[in-house]
C-alpha cells in the first residue's frame, strides 16, 4: 500500500509569512493527491484536489504543487484564519486511499 | 445545499455493536459513490470504507474488514456503517464523505458531515 508522508508535522509562522507543507507518496501517484484543511472539532475541508486545482471558493493564497512521488502545499500570506491542521490525501485506485499524517499550522 | 449528518455514535463496551448512519440531502445521494473516514482522539484521519453508487465496489482498510459493513440505501438517501467486534482502538469520531462527482469512483472527498464520536470502553 501506498505510505503518505508529511513535513513538517508541527509549524510555527507568523500572519503575513509565506508557509510550505510537504507530502511524499511513497509510489508514484501521478496527480491523485488532495489537500484538506481541519480545525478543531470540524470536519476537513476540500482545499484542492489533483495536486494543483483550486477547489470552489478556496482562498488563492492556497497553491498546489507537484506530481509522481512529492507535492507542496503553499500558502502565500498567512492569514489568521489559516491556522489549522493541513492533510494530504492520495486515491491513486492501485491502492487503498490514505491520508498524511497532518501538519499543524501555529501561531509563532 | 449538500448535507451530510451522522448518527447512531455512543460508548459501547469491547465486543459489542453499533450501526451507523448518515443522512444525505441537497444533492441525487443515488449517483454518487460514499465514504467513511474516522480520527481518533488526537489523531489525524484514516480512511474506513467506501462504495460506490450502486453498491457494485466496496472496499474496507485491512484493520476493519470482517468486522464492518458499510451498505447504503439509495430509496432513503443513506449511508449505514455497521460496525461489530467493536476495540478500544475503533474508538474515533467517524466522517461520512462524498465523492465529487456523479457516477465518480476512486476519488477525493468533497463534502463531509460534522462527525459522530464512538467509544469503546468497559
Known amino acids: 500500500d501506498i505510505q503518505m508522508t508529511q513535513s513538517p508535522s508541527t509549524l510555527s509562522a507568523s500572519v503575513g509569512d509565506r508557509v510550505t507543507i510537504t507530502c511524499r507518496a511513497s509510489?508514484?501517484?501521478?496527480?491523485?493527491l488532495a489537500w484538506y484543511q481541519q480545525k478543531p472539532g470540524k470536519a476537513p475541508k476540500l482545499l484542492i484536489y489533483?495536486?494543483?486545482s483550486l477547489e470552489g471558493g478556496v482562498p488563492s493564497r492556497f497553491s498546489g504543487s507537484g506530481s509522481e512521488t512529492e507535492f507542496t502545499l503553499t500558502i502565500s500570506s498567512l492569514q489568521p484564519d489559516d491556522f489549522a491542521t493541513y492533510y494530504c490525501?492520495?486515491?491513486?485506485?492501485?491502492?487503498?486511499?490514505?491520508f498524511g499524517q497532518g501538519t499543524k499550522v501555529e501561531i509563532k | 445545499e449538500v448535507q451530510l449528518v451522522e448518527s447512531g455514535g455512543g460508548l459501547v463496551k469491547p465486543g459489542g455493536s453499533l450501526r451507523l448512519s448518515c443522512a444525505a440531502s441537497?444533492?441525487?445521494?443515488?449517483?454518487?459513490?460514499m465514504n467513511w473516514v474516522r480520527q481518533a482522539p488526537g489523531r489525524g484521519l484514516e480512511w474506513v470504507s467506501s462504495?460506490?453508487?450502486?453498491?457494485?465496489?466496496?472496499y474496507y482498510t485491512d484493520s476493519v474488514k470482517g468486522r464492518f459493513t458499510i451498505s447504503r440505501d439509495n430509496a432513503k438517501d443513506s449511508l449505514f456503517l455497521q460496525m461489530n467486534s467493536l476495540r478500544a482502538e475503533d474508538t474515533a469520531v467517524y466522517f461520512c464523505?462524498?465523492?465529487?462527482?456523479?457516477?465518480?469512483?476512486?476519488?477525493?472527498?468533497?463534502?463531509w458531515g460534522q462527525g459522530i464520536l464512538v467509544t469503546v470502553s468497559s
Open positions: 489533483m495536486a494543483s
Open positions: 441537497g444533492f441525487s445521494f443515488s449517483t454518487y459513490s
Open positions: 509510489q508514484n501517484i501521478n496527480n491523485w
Open positions: 490525501q492520495q486515491y491513486n485506485s492501485y491502492s487503498p486511499w490514505a
Open positions: 462504495i460506490s453508487s450502486t453498491s457494485t465496489y466496496i
Open positions: 464523505a462524498r465523492d465529487p462527482r456523479a457516477s465518480s469512483w476512486y476519488d477525493y472527498f468533497d463534502y
